[in-house]
C-alpha cells in the first residue's frame, strides 16, 4: 500500500500571501489529521477531518483552516501569512477516528515565509 | 491537562552501546494510548509502537522495548546494541478523547559509529 503523500514537499512564501498544502491518505483511510512542526513549539494538532467533516480542532487562529474531499483527501490553507508560519507541515491519515486509532505521517511540506 | 515530556533532549551514543530514551506522560483519563515515533532527517514520523492504558505488558521487538509503568505514568523505550541508522529524533506521544497526538519535545538521538 501507497503511504501517505503530501504535495508540495516544499514551498517558499512572502509575508500576506497564502498557501494551500495538499495531503493523500493511504488508501482506505477515511480520518486525516495535519499538525504543525516548529523548533520552538514543537508538534502541534491543527485539525482532523473525517467524512468530509472537521471533527476536531487545535489551538490555532483562524488563518489556518482546511477541508476533506470525498475521496478522503484533505488540503490544508493558510492565508496571510506570517513568519512564524515557517515550518514542518504533518498531514498524518488513520483508518477511522478515536484515541484508539494509529495516525500514520507523510513526509510533511516544508513552508518558509520570507 | 494532558501532557507527555521528554526530558532528554539529545542523547549521544556509541555504536552497540543500550540506550534508553524516556517518556512521562500526565493525563486524567483512565483510557489512553501511548505511542513512540521516530524522525529520520527526511522529515517523516514513523510509527513504532502503540500501547493501551490497560495493557502493561512490556513489548520487544528486536533491537527495540518499551517498558510501559502506570504506576509512573512512563513510557520508556530501550534500543539494545544501537547502531548509526538509529541516529533520529524520537517522539513519544498520548492519545485521548478524541484521538489528536499530544507530543512530547521529542529525544535527539546520535549514534556514533
Known amino acids: 500500500k501507497a503511504g501517505v503523500t503530501q504535495t508540495p514537499r516544499y514551498l517558499i512564501k512572502t509575508r500576506g500571501q497564502q498557501v494551500t498544502l495538499s495531503c493523500s491518505p493511504i488508501s482506505g483511510h477515511r480520518s486525516v489529521s495535519w499538525y504543525q512542526q516548529t523548533p520552538g513549539q514543537g508538534l502541534q494538532f491543527l485539525f482532523e477531518?473525517?467524512?468530509?467533516?472537521?471533527?476536531n480542532k487545535g489551538n490555532f487562529p483562524g488563518r489556518f483552516s482546511g477541508r476533506q474531499f470525498s475521496n478522503s483527501r484533505s488540503e490544508m490553507n493558510v492565508s496571510t501569512l506570517e513568519l512564524g508560519d515557517s515550518a514542518l507541515y504533518l498531514c498524518?491519515?488513520?483508518?477511522?477516528?478515536?484515541?484508539?486509532?494509529?495516525?500514520?505521517f507523510g513526509p510533511g511540506t516544508r513552508l518558509l515565509v520570507l | 491537562a494532558q501532557k507527555v515530556t521528554q526530558a532528554q533532549t539529545e542523547i549521544s551514543v556509541v555504536e552497540k552501546e543500550d540506550v534508553t530514551l524516556d517518556c512521562v506522560y500526565e493525563?486524567?483519563?483512565?483510557?489512553?494510548?501511548l505511542f513512540w515515533y521516530k524522525q529520520p532527517p527526511s522529515g517523516e514520523l514513523v510509527f513504532l509502537i502503540r500501547?493501551?492504558?490497560?495493557?502493561?505488558q512490556n513489548e520487544i521487538s528486536g533491537r527495540y522495548s518499551w517498558n510501559f509503568q502506570k504506576s509512573t505514568s512512563s513510557f520508556n523505550f530501550t534500543i539494545t546494541a544501537s547502531q548509526v541508522v538509529d541516529s533520529a529524533v524520537y517522539f513519544c506521544a498520548l492519545s485521548v478523547g478524541q484521538g489528536n497526538l499530544i507530543f512530547g519535545k521529542g529525544t535527539k538521538l546520535s549514534v556514533k559509529p
Open positions: 493525563t486524567r483519563d483512565t483510557t489512553y494510548y
Open positions: 500501547r493501551n492504558s490497560f495493557d502493561e
Open positions: 477531518y473525517f467524512s468530509e467533516t472537521q471533527r
Open positions: 498524518a491519515s488513520s483508518t477511522d477516528r478515536g484515541r484508539a486509532q494509529t495516525q500514520y
